[in-house]
């Protein structure tokens, strides 16, 4: 199943690719990957996505957990998340589609960001499904250039990854 | 008191306040700095080997013998790179060694420079952890936690990469020894007392319980945690190879090794138990044969220092993790004297096929067998000499045949199986222990691959005695074609120099030893002589190391030797 793996990392020269060398050397595929910054200065936020089944989502937290620069992991999959992708789509339009395009983006509450006399730009912030399915029905009109993000996640409620017991 | 120092001399200052008083390694261009602040520091003997894979060896070496971290240095590209082996080896079995690069100059990091190469980037998967220092302000505290994070935990190789820039600067500098702080490690991990409790249940109700000790007994300091444990509760051990020495092997209760050539019975006895104690070892394929068939029957506790071995090859039904001696000072006072009076029984019942036996059996006509070589040595020695083997078969009759009773006094390469560990090795164990004996018992093959260290031993006065187990083959690799490749011996077979005269070319001496009656006259000769002594032992060609466990079959799947083999 898709597991969604948040860590918490010092932000130091190297440690992304000591996360993604972890990935490679150990066989484990990763469907997304999204670096950001956090609220805290020094801190930067990995969200991972990895096809995996629990046993192998465990072997990947403990190795993550070697590395002298991550802080905490935390396995975001069966607890009450938030996560969201984001994706910006380049969809060609005429004078005769566009109105419809227009809809589309309406109904998924996307948004149009920029337009040319052949084209639209569309941004859109959901679930990988949701962003999926949206694709899917802008495909017939010739998807020109795609962008997207990976997933960022964060649970419900006010528990947060710094209440996270590593020992666990 | 602050003190205007290059990054060179920060960096020597530091590694004596740390305690370091051997470093193994080779100068170049992009280590220069460092070599010539060298004889500011006479407190810290410097070794120069002949080849930078020796380095890396020596230091693992003498981190094994004396628990202390080991150190190397080498130069940038070629230097750096040929540390690699040995870096991958200490990484393997986890041994505490720091390595210190040169690199080139930070303007010219990333662009090609001469000797220039990713040494972070190389070694990244084969390091514990790793750094590039361009700023001397940094420097000293990324080498205080280096030696911090490769002798903590579960202890590994730390690579520290200097620009030659931080080694040149200059600046007011004195010794910070506050406490490291790295918040994302975290080596002090403990049991809790409900998985305490939950492991004593489980020791009270097994009727046919075994340890299987390993590395991480010697590496935490629990030989007497282990010894008290066994005894109160009689439980046998059976060890790894990397585990030899962690308990005594005239100890009663110690079965011996085990694995793909481990004892016949320690093998079975592994397969018939219905608790196995795991601790500090982890489940090695070469130790554990098809997982489908291993210990079906058994619960199984692991104790272990590095949460990621936790079910990584055996399910296990309790882990213990943290650091081995507390996790057994916390188990200890709880568990209640027992008897498996029935259970030791059946092992000695079936402890009649011992690999002792196996020799004493084995004709006796004249020829040199490596077993047997290895046993006069170890009655010859009376089992007291540190041991360092490469690796092949002469390993593995060493495993079997010195029987040593002392810890951290059984010194070869387990995870990584590196040919060459040898002889440097060997360097690095006399420098660790200068009063203790040292023998290196090693094949014709491997020692091939490092001999140019004799010059290094030469030059350092070094006093080693040394065991070539001459068979004429890469014996283990031709012991598979044996078995499992219908006896092609394809690229086995191996000429060699005469060794007696490589060692008199290196200023050493040496005896050849061809008939069975002269072992331990050699053997009393070699240790006479006051500097390094080399015997070469010409062996039978095609003997084998038994019993064996065929890669991937199960554990009490063993090829026995056959009944006179001998006679080949």
């Known amino acids: 199943m898709q597991h969604v793996i948040v860590v918490l990392v010092e932000d130091k020269p190297g440690v992304a690719n000591r996360i993604s060398s972890i990935f490679r050397r150990r066989g484990f595929n990763i469907s997304s990957l999204t670096v950001s910054p956090t609220e805290q200065p020094g801190t930067s936020r990995f969200t991972i996505v990895m096809e995996s089944d629990k046993r192998d989502a465990y072997r990947l937290k403990s190795y993550l957990y070697k590395l002298i620069n991550v802080l905490r992991v935390d396995d975001l999959t069966e607890k009450p998340n938030v996560n969201r992708d984001m994706a910006l789509v380049k969809v060609a339009a005429n004078n005769t589609n566009r109105t419809e395009i227009m809809q589309m983006v309406e109904v998924y509450r996307a948004r149009v960001v920029d337009v040319a006399n052949e084209a639209l730009v569309v941004e859109i912030t959901g679930t990988t499904d949701k962003i999926d399915s949206f694709i899917e029905v802008l495909r017939p009109y010739g998807i020109i250039e795609m962008a997207a993000s990976g997933t960022v996640a964060l649970t419900r409620g006010p528990a947060s990854v710094y209440s996270i017991d590593r020992a666990s | ?568």
């Not at chain 2, 049991?191 to 305490?196: G, H, L, N, T």
């Not at chain 2, 601790?279 to 079906?296: C, E, H, I, N, S």
């Not at chain 2, 045949?401 to 040898?422: A, E, Q, R």
């Open chain 2, 1 to 568: 008191m602050k003190r205007k120092l290059n990054g060179s001399e920060i960096l020597w200052e530091t590694l004596q306040n740390l305690g370091v008083d051997v470093v193994f390694g080779y100068p170049g261009g992009q280590n220069l700095p460092i070599f010539d602040a060298m004889s500011k520091y006479p407190a810290i003997h410097q070794v120069l080997v002949r080849h930078e894979q020796g380095a890396a060896h020596a230091a693992d070496g003498y981190a094994r013998v004396s628990g202390r971290v080991g150190v190397a240095l080498a130069t940038s590209g070629p230097g750096a790179t040929n540390l690699v082996t040995g870096i991958a080896n200490a990484m393997m079995d986890s041994i505490p060694t720091v390595f210190i690069t040169g690199q080139v100059p930070s303007h010219l990091i990333g662009y090609d420079a001469f000797q220039e190469s990713d040494v972070t980037g190389i070694t990244l998967p084969i390091t514990k952890h790793n750094y590039l220092v361009t700023d001397v302000n940094e420097l000293s505290e990324v080498v205080r936690e280096a030696f911090y994070i490769a002798a903590t935990g579960r202890p590994g190789p730390v690579l520290i990469d200097i620009a030659k820039n931080a080694q040149i600067a200059s600046i007011d500098w004195e010794y910070d020894d506050s406490p490291i702080q790295l918040p994302g490690y975290r080596p002090d991990m403990r049991p809790v007392e409900k998985d305490i409790e939950h492991a004593v249940e489980l020791i009270k109700h097994a009727k046919r319980p075994l340890i299987l000790a390993g590395h991480g007994v010697l590496i935490s300091g629990a030989m007497d945690e282990l010894k008290y444990f066994a005894e109160t509760t009689h439980t046998p051990v059976a060890m790894t190879l990397l585990g030899l020495g962690c308990m005594p092997a005239s100890h009663p209760l110690n079965l011996g090794m085990m694995g793909m050539h481990g004892e016949a019975w320690v093998n079975h006895a592994i397969q018939e138990c219905d608790l196995l104690l795991a601790m500090g070892m982890r489940f090695d394929d070469r130790v554990t044969g098809d997982l489908k068939t291993y210990a079906q029957n058994a619960k199984k506790i692991h104790f272990e220092v590095d949460p990621s071995e936790i079910n990584k090859n055996v399910k296990v039904d309790l882990a213990l993790i943290g650091d081995l001696r507390e996790s057994l000072e916390q188990l200890n006072p709880h568990v209640p004297s027992l008897e498996h009076g029935e259970w030791l029984k059946f092992i000695n019942g079936i402890h009649h096929e011992s690999s002792q036996r196996d020799i004493q059996n084995a004709p006796d006509d004249g020829l040199l067998r490596a077993p047997h070589v290895i046993n006069d040595l170890w009655r010859h020695t009376n089992g007291d000499a540190i041991i360092v083997t490469d690796v092949g078969q002469h390993q593995m009759w060493t495993a079997q045949y010195y029987k040593t009773d002392h810890p951290n006094s059984f010194i070869t390469s387990g995870g990584l199986g590196t040919m060459g560990f040898g002889l440097p090795a060997a360097m690095g164990a006399k420098f660790a222990s200068p009063d203790r004996e040292v023998w290196l018992v090693v094949g014709d093959g491997g020692f091939q691959m490092t001999s140019m260290e004799l010059q290094t031993i030469f030059q350092e006065g070094l006093k080693i005695n040394i065991a070539i187990i001459n068979n004429g083959y890469l014996g283990m690799v031709r012991q598979w074609q044996e078995f499992f490749y219908e006896s092609r011996y394809n690229n086995t077979p191996i000429t060699s120099p005469d060794f007696v005269k490589l060692a008199d070319a290196h200023g050493l001496v040496g005896q050849l030893v061809t008939q069975r009656k002269d072992i331990e006259s050699a053997i009393e000769w070699a240790r006479q002589q006051p500097g390094t002594a080399l015997l070469e032992f010409r062996v039978v060609g095609e003997d084998a190391v038994y019993p064996m466990v065929p890669a991937g079959a199960s554990l009490h799947q063993m090829i026995r030797r056959p009944v006179h083999a001998g006679t080949k």
